[in-house]
């Protein structure tokens, strides 16, 4: 029986569980207030007040932590790496504390989990972070030399919903060709052929169908000549893709529940709208099966909008002529970050080194 601790640093909260095995004994969200964390000048400040509320939030459950045998962190905003458990060592904790890609509070994640791995002397880890890259070279390129397709995307949940289907379909991961759909605040598509990610749309803020929250593709034409009509400002243009575009730019909100309930009482903005990212997402996915040539054991719909009934059905009528459709709604992130630690705990899987 392994005790698993999985730490989870988000933008205000700190998510928190503690795992015997695969059976999930503890779980807490740890809240963070704006005015404390905009006190920091940088993610990384961050380190001393976050394990310190996790400390305290334990002591306080009168939860011990000292018959673990491992801690996993998420992973944050790392150099290109393929998909698994990482071991937490000092060239990935020197490179988030630089953030050269970026900061994010998931770059926490390996920090936080080494600092209280250490002092009970057992192994850290982080799972499948947002910088799994796996894609083939030929879907890096575009058509302007100077810019190239990022692997940016839901990796953790995307992998941990494979694993799950792959058990539904009697059959081993590296032996599919699935196209996997995560569908939340940001939208990624990925084709996972034997294994590996071969394409993924940037989900971050590159390309791909519009979200809640992010305006995916846009054409280039009016896009360069707002950015430089003087209008706007690169956070203000930053802020129209990735924050305020997509639903919140058409109607004002990013909440799922909210447009729902607004389609259901009889909002025609809302329901065209949600059609039109639900076309989006399916002609994302059709794309994606020519990267496989119509070769494609199942489409995976995954993430917090696989909820919504009628974005799924949405979906499934343009798509379900490709291959059959499994829903896995939600994203389990504690899960998927415990698990991956346990893998390698029961010797099912080898840990791979951060370089």
């Given at each position: 029986?392994?005790?698993?601790?999985?730490?989870?640093?988000?933008?205000?909260?700190?998510?928190?569980?503690?795992?015997?095995?695969?059976?999930?004994?503890?779980k807490?969200?740890?809240?963070?207030?704006?005015?404390?964390?905009?006190?920091?000048?940088?993610?990384?400040?961050?380190?001393?007040?976050?394990?310190?509320?996790?400390?305290?939030?334990?002591?306080?459950?009168?939860?011990?932590?000292?018959?673990?045998?491992?801690v996993?962190?998420?992973?944050?905003?790392?150099?290109?790496?393929?998909?698994?458990?990482?071991?937490?060592?000092?060239?990935?904790?020197?490179?988030?504390?630089?953030?050269?890609?970026?900061?994010?509070?998931?770059?926490?994640?390996?920090v936080?989990?080494?600092?209280?791995?250490?002092?009970?002397?057992?192994?850290?880890?982080?799972?499948?972070?947002?910088?799994?890259?796996e894609?083939?070279?030929?879907?890096?390129?575009t058509?302007?030399p100077?810019?190239?397709?990022?692997?940016?995307?839901h990796?953790?949940?995307?992998?941990?919903?494979?694993?799950?289907?792959?058990?539904?379909?009697?059959k081993?991961?590296?032996?599919?060709?699935?196209?996997?759909?995560?569908?939340?605040?940001?939208?990624?598509?990925?084709?996972?052929?034997k294994?590996?990610?071969?394409?993924?749309?940037?989900?971050?803020?590159?390309?791909?169908?519009m979200?809640p929250?992010?305006?995916?593709?846009?054409?280039?034409?009016?896009?360069?000549?707002?950015?430089?009509?003087?209008?706007?400002?690169l956070?203000?243009?930053?802020?129209?893709?990735?924050?305020?575009?997509?639903?919140?730019?058409?109607?004002g909100?990013?909440?799922?529940?909210?447009?729902?309930?607004?389609?259901?009482?009889?909002?025609?903005?809302?329901?065209?709208?949600?059609?039109?990212?639900?076309?989006?997402?399916?002609?994302?996915i059709?794309?994606?099966?020519?990267?496989?040539?119509?070769?494609?054991?199942?489409?995976?719909?995954?993430?917090?909008?696989?909820?919504?009934?009628?974005?799924?059905?949405?979906?499934?009528?343009?798509?379900?002529?490709?291959?059959?459709?499994?829903?896995?709604?939600?994203?389990?992130?504690?899960?998927?970050?415990?698990?991956?630690?346990?893998r390698?705990?029961?010797?099912?899987?080898s840990?791979?080194?951060?370089?």
């Amino acid at each position: 029986m392994f005790n698993i601790l999985a730490i989870n640093p988000g933008s205000t909260s700190t998510k928190i569980a503690i795992y015997k095995n695969k059976e999930i004994v503890y779980k807490k969200s740890i809240k963070h207030s704006t005015e404390m964390i905009n006190s920091f000048e940088h993610i990384y400040d961050q380190l001393d007040f976050r394990k310190s509320a996790i400390l305290d939030t334990l002591k306080e459950d009168k939860i011990s932590i000292d018959s673990l045998d491992a801690v996993v962190g998420r992973g944050g905003m790392l150099n290109p790496i393929e998909g698994g458990t990482y071991l937490v060592n000092k060239a990935m904790i020197d490179f988030v504390e630089e953030a050269p890609r970026g900061e994010h509070a998931s770059n926490l994640g390996c920090v936080i989990a080494k600092n209280l791995a250490d002092a009970r002397n057992i192994p850290a880890f982080i799972v499948d972070p947002v910088s799994v890259d796996e894609m083939n070279d030929i879907a890096r390129f575009t058509g302007m030399p100077s810019i190239k397709r990022q692997s940016l995307f839901h990796a953790l949940n995307q992998k941990a919903v494979t694993l799950k289907a792959s058990r539904q379909l009697n059959k081993d991961y590296k032996e599919l060709n699935l196209i996997v759909a995560h569908l939340g605040g940001g939208i990624s598509v990925g084709v996972h052929e034997k294994g590996h990610v071969i394409d993924v749309n940037n989900a971050l803020d590159g390309d791909g169908p519009m979200s809640p929250e992010r305006s995916g593709t846009v054409p280039l034409g009016p896009l360069y000549k707002m950015a430089l009509s003087g209008n706007y400002t690169l956070k203000q243009m930053q802020r129209m893709n990735y924050g305020n575009g997509g639903l919140v730019a058409y109607l004002g909100t990013n909440d799922g529940f909210e447009i729902e309930k607004r389609i259901k009482s009889g909002d025609h903005q809302a329901k065209f709208m949600t059609e039109v990212m639900c076309y989006q997402i399916a002609k994302e996915i059709g794309s994606c099966a020519t990267v496989l040539k119509g070769n494609v054991d199942a489409i995976i719909l995954t993430g917090g909008l696989a909820y919504d009934k009628f974005i799924i059905k949405s979906i499934e009528d343009s798509i379900s002529f490709i291959s059959q459709v499994m829903v896995f709604p939600g994203e389990d992130e504690m899960e998927a970050l415990a698990y991956g630690a346990l893998r390698v705990l029961n010797n099912t899987e080898s840990y791979k080194e951060y370089k």
